[in-house]
C-alpha cells in the first residue's frame, strides 16, 4: 500500500479502500483510525496529506471578492467550514435528498450565495450529478460564479457531459487519477510535488507540518 494510495481525503472505513482495489497486506495489519485519520502499523503510523495545500494557493490566486465556501452535501460540510476557515469566507451547504443511487430527487441551499463567487468542495467526484446540480442552483439563486475543487476526479458514466452542460465556471482537480479524456471545463494541479517535498523531507528527517495549511 503506497504512501499516495492512504492519500484519500474524507475516508471513514477500510471498505472504500478496498473497492478502488487498495488492499492492505495480511503482514502489515494495518488499522484505519477513522477520527485521527491515520493508519497504523507494527512499525509505524502514517498521516494523510491534504489536497488542501494545492488548491489553497490556487484559490487565493483567483483574487475572488464576496467569495463563498460551499459544501455539496451536509457530510461534508466540516471540510467546507475549514477552508472557509482559512480564507475568511463564509459557507454554505447544499441539502440533498436522493430517491436511488446517485440520482438527486431534490436539492436546497442552506446559506445566501447571491452576488458571491462560490467555490463547491468535495473530497472526490464520480458521476457529477451532485456539482452540476449544486453549480446550477446556486446560479439560479444568484450567484456571479461557481467554480468545484475536488481531490479525485472519478469522473464515471456521463459526467463530462453533465459537467459541461452546468453552470460549473471551472473543475478543479488533482492529478492522483488520470483523466480519461480533455474538458475545458477541468483544471488539473498536479499533487507530484507535494509528494515529492514531503518525501524529501522525511528522508532528511525534517518537519512536515509546512504541508499542512489547515
Known amino acids: 500500500m503506497t504512501y499516495c494510495q492512504r492519500w484519500a481525503h474524507g475516508y471513514c472505513s477500510i471498505k472504500p479502500l478496498q473497492r478502488w482495489g487498495i488492499v492492505p497486506s495480511a503482514p502489515e495489519k494495518i488499522a484505519f483510525r477513522a477520527r485521527r485519520g491515520t493508519y497504523v502499523s507494527k512499525s509505524k503510523a502514517v498521516a494523510y496529506l491534504f489536497a488542501s495545500t494545492i488548491f489553497l494557493p490556487y484559490v487565493k490566486s483567483l483574487g475572488l471578492e464576496n467569495l463563498t465556501i460551499a459544501s455539496p452535501d451536509m457530510g461534508g460540510s466540516k471540510r467546507a467550514y475549514a477552508y472557509s476557515k482559512f480564507l475568511e469566507s463564509d459557507v454554505v451547504i447544499c441539502y440533498k435528498q436522493r430517491k436511488a443511487?446517485?440520482?438527486?430527487?431534490?436539492?436546497?441551499?442552506?446559506?445566501?450565495?447571491?452576488?458571491?463567487?462560490?467555490?463547491?468542495?468535495?473530497?472526490?467526484?464520480?458521476?457529477?450529478?451532485?456539482?452540476?446540480?449544486?453549480?446550477?442552483?446556486?446560479?439560479?439563486?444568484?450567484?456571479?460564479?461557481?467554480?468545484?475543487?475536488?481531490?479525485?476526479?472519478?469522473?464515471?458514466?456521463?459526467?463530462?457531459?453533465?459537467?459541461?452542460?452546468?453552470?460549473?465556471?471551472?473543475?478543479?482537480?488533482?492529478?492522483?487519477?488520470?483523466?480519461?479524456?480533455?474538458?475545458?471545463?477541468?483544471?488539473?494541479?498536479?499533487?507530484?510535488?507535494?509528494?515529492?517535498?514531503?518525501?524529501?523531507?522525511?528522508?532528511?528527517?525534517?518537519?512536515?507540518?509546512?504541508?499542512?495549511?489547515?
Open 101 to 214: 443511487a446517485n440520482v438527486i430527487e431534490s436539492m436546497e441551499l442552506i446559506g445566501e450565495v447571491t452576488g458571491r463567487h462560490i467555490i463547491l468542495v468535495d473530497d472526490m467526484i464520480d458521476t457529477g450529478g451532485t456539482l452540476a446540480k449544486a453549480a446550477d442552483l446556486m446560479i439560479e439563486k444568484g450567484a456571479l460564479s461557481v467554480r468545484a475543487i475536488c481531490t479525485h476526479a472519478i469522473l464515471s458514466g456521463e459526467a463530462y457531459e453533465k459537467i459541461e452542460n452546468s453552470k460549473l465556471l471551472e473543475l478543479i482537480v488533482t492529478d492522483s487519477i488520470p483523466l480519461k479524456k480533455e474538458s475545458k471545463k477541468i483544471r488539473v494541479v498536479s499533487c507530484a510535488p507535494l509528494f515529492a517535498d514531503v518525501m524529501q523531507m522525511v528522508q532528511h528527517n525534517n518537519s512536515i507540518s509546512g504541508k499542512f495549511l489547515m
